[in-house]
């Protein structure tokens, strides 16, 4: 163990399982350890790294927007906000922006907007019914939200006010749907919780009772959106519109940022009903801009896609070739292998030893999510690494 593991070992709550590396840099796809050893970098920073690492579009404007101004408060009107926002808005479904710094703080402002929403529309409304399986964040209430008991248990009592029901089942929304319901939240393709893609004509058919109730539909895009599901936003493959959706992973490409967007009809904040010191401000903004820009230009999404069905083509093969490998899904990049018995662990510690960063999903299932501007390449690169590390595994 590095040194700089045993003093975190010393300083730093216990909280993450680490994987016992420790990154100095990285450059596109790739990182490097303190002791010069490079790996393919399949994680992300946990579909994070949309452009991949250090990318220099990303690079110089951090740097620009660094010796230019960081941080005003939200007291005033800044440049790279308001060009962040306008570049949401224009290439999505959505009318208004509000930005934060993280994926559950989008998530609860999108929750307190749909509160407002009830207060104003629906007689007080106030519940909002999520689904198991889900993950909307860590603070308090999005650990109500998220579905997942693993991550209240240790929280009891949780706030009130989110209804957790069977993923994928229409008539269990609408069983849970009464007159305090101001809204359902979902993620279009569940990513933290096993990488669950939802059922032809689900969202079509939450999105219809939505519409016939009266209720809002957030859909949580922080794992599937800007390009990752390989186009801009997952809702484009449902046919479906968002009342709300959040963003947040991608959106600058590594720098903490996050985004609720609304439908005008749902925009119901009013002055001084949800702020933010950080959000907003212009360094995170600047890094934002440049990577949708660059995102849209390059149709950053269109690669995800070919890319991805490559990556897919070669995770079914090994499919194939072991037996103990049980399922292989997603969409785009984002995408899941899950194994008979509990092996991740093993597998992930195999590609490590290879030279590929994967992720532990489940005891039993591996993800990845590479950034989005890898080719086919690095994919048979990490597919070579993956194979030698199952076949270590055994069948
Ligand atoms: C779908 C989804 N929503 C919300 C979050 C929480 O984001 P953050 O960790 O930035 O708070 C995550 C993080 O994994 C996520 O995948």
Redesign the pocket.
């Known amino acids: 163990m590095s040194n700089w593991q045993e003093l975190e070992h010393k300083y730093f709550m216990h909280t993450f399982d680490r994987v016992p590396v420790t990154l100095v840099r990285g450059e596109g796809a790739r990182v490097w350890d303190e002791d010069g050893r490079q790996y393919l970098d399949f994680v992300g920073g946990?579909a994070v790294n949309s452009l991949g690492h250090c990318h220099p579009v990303v690079a110089e404007a951090v740097a620009e927007q660094a010796h230019t101004l960081i941080q005003t408060s939200n007291q005033f009107y800044t440049i790279p906000q308001v060009r962040l926002a306008e570049l949401l808005i224009q290439n999505s479904c959505l009318d208004k922006v509000f930005l934060c710094n993280?994926?559950?703080?989008a998530?609860e402002g999108a929750v307190k907007l749909a509160r407002r929403y009830g207060k104003l529309h629906l007689n007080g409304a106030y519940e909002v019914i999520t689904a198991t399986g889900s993950?909307?964040?860590?603070t308090l209430a999005m650990v109500a939200a998220s579905g997942q008991s693993k991550f209240q248990q240790p929280y009891l009592p949780l706030p009130v006010g989110f209804i957790n029901v069977g993923y994928n089942s229409i008539e269990a929304i609408k069983a849970a749907t009464t007159s305090q319901t101001c809204a359902v939240m979902l993620?279009p393709v569940q990513?933290?919780g096993g990488v669950n893609l939802p059922d032809d004509n689900y969202l079509t058919a939450v999105r219809a009772w939505c519409d016939q109730m009266g209720i809002l539909l957030i859909l949580?895009e922080?794992?599937t959106g800007l390009g990752r599901m390989g186009t801009l936003f997952a809702y484009e493959q449902y046919g479906i519109e968002p009342d709300i959706m959040t963003l947040?992973?991608g959106l600058a490409s590594g720098i903490p940022i996050?985004a609720i967007l609304a439908k005008d009809r749902a925009s119901v904040f009013t002055p001084g009903e949800h702020g933010s010191t950080f959000g907003g401000n212009p360094l995170a903004c600047a890094a934002g801009y440049a990577t949708l820009r660059f995102i849209i230009d390059n149709d950053i999404a269109g690669n995800a896609k070919r890319v991805g069905q490559h990556l897919t083509t070669g995770l079914k093969g090994l499919g194939q070739k072991f037996q103990f490998i049980t399922d292989i899904r997603g969409c785009g990049l984002l995408l899941a292998m899950e194994f008979s018995s509990d092996i991740a662990q093993s597998v992930m510690m195999a590609c490590l030893d290879g030279g590929l960063l994967v992720n532990r999903l489940k005891p039993n299932a591996l993800r990845f999510m590479p950034p989005l501007i890898i080719g086919n390449q690095e994919v048979d690169e990490a597919l070579g690494i993956l194979d030698r590390a199952l076949s270590s595994i055994g069948n």
Do not use: L, T
């Not at 993280?102 to 703080?105: F, I, Q």
């Not at 993950?135 to 860590?138: A, D, I, L």
């Open positions: 946990w993280s994926g559950a703080e998530n993950f909307h964040g860590r993620e990513g933290e949580d922080i794992q947040a992973k996050g």
